[in-house]
């Protein structure tokens, strides 16, 4: 059995349509909208949007973790569109539609995929095919081995559309239960996992999710969400803990194979 996964594929529609190649199956860890591109300022919702320009001042200021300052910038730029009597909401569900319908084309059959922090779960049930399975809080078995699934993040300073608290974070992580991999799109709560090297911060990490492994001791456990961690992998007893990847850089996806 051979199994190929993915994370934060951020818009990257082209190198996801060949990820299953050699494949039994994709599994897909979530992030699939491009918002922002921290290393192509050009790319993305926002740029399109605002410019180049404005991206870039948002990306200093993230990085910087000048947080209130970003959303300043934001409610400014927001306001000024406002004002052109478009409406916000409607104007990023558009966007977002467009990448959707060019992402959930590409993925190959079968598919089984959770959601990102920056994803919008309520339009994916207009984008999946019958070949991709969508999973959140629950459980399927491919070649004999369980996988379960948990998708979103958790409440950040970055406010992105699908974070969730810790308690319904770990009431899904707790419904999953024991499985041989644990697919998730944020890492356990381990300080190198979290930590991107990039843009100088801790991403928020799962203490259920940390706790789930130490108790249950899945094969495997694997996620993304840190697009450059200090690092790659790491044991948690018998667990191997493995970002999978920034998938938007490396088009490249992690292979299971047994």
């Known amino acids: 059995m051979r199994v190929h996964v993915v994370s934060d594929v951020h818009g990257n529609s082209r190198d996801l349509a060949a990820a299953g190649a050699g494949a039994d199956a994709l599994v897909c860890l979530g992030d699939l909208v491009l918002f922002l591109d921290y290393a192509d300022h050009?790319?993305?919702?926002?740029?399109?949007?605002?410019?180049?320009?404005?991206?870039?001042?948002?990306?200093?200021?993230?990085?910087?973790?000048?947080?209130?300052?970003?959303?300043a910038l934001g409610r400014r730029l927001w306001g000024e569109l406002d004002r052109t009597g478009a409406n916000r909401e409607s104007v990023i569900e558009g966007a977002v539609r467009k990448q959707y319908a060019e992402l959930f084309a590409a993925f190959p059959t079968p598919t089984y995929a959770t959601y990102g922090n920056v994803d919008i779960p309520r339009l994916w049930p207009e984008y999946a095919a019958p070949g991709t399975t969508v999973l959140d809080g629950q459980r399927v078995e491919l070649g004999g081995r369980v996988f379960g699934f948990v998708g979103g993040g958790l409440t950040s300073p970055m406010r992105t559309p699908y974070e969730i608290s810790d308690e319904e974070y770990a009431a899904k992580i707790e419904a999953v239960g024991e499985v041989d991999v644990l697919c998730t799109h944020i890492p356990p709560d381990v300080p190198e996992l979290c930590y991107d090297t990039v843009a100088r911060r801790f991403e928020r990490g799962s203490a259920a999710l940390l706790d789930a492994i130490r108790r249950t001791r899945p094969r495997y456990s694997l996620f993304?969400?840190?697009?450059?961690?200090?690092?790659?992998?790491?044991?948690?007893?018998?667990?191997?803990?493995?970002?999978?990847g920034h998938f938007n850089a490396t088009g490249t996806p992690y292979v299971l194979e047994w």
């Open 42 to 71: 050009s790319r993305g919702i926002f740029p399109d949007l605002f410019g180049v320009a404005n991206a870039h001042a948002l990306v200093e200021l993230r990085t910087a973790r000048r947080f209130e300052e970003a959303r």
């Open 224 to 244: 993304g969400h840190v697009h450059q961690p200090l690092a790659r992998r790491t044991r948690i007893g018998g667990t191997e803990c493995i970002n999978v």
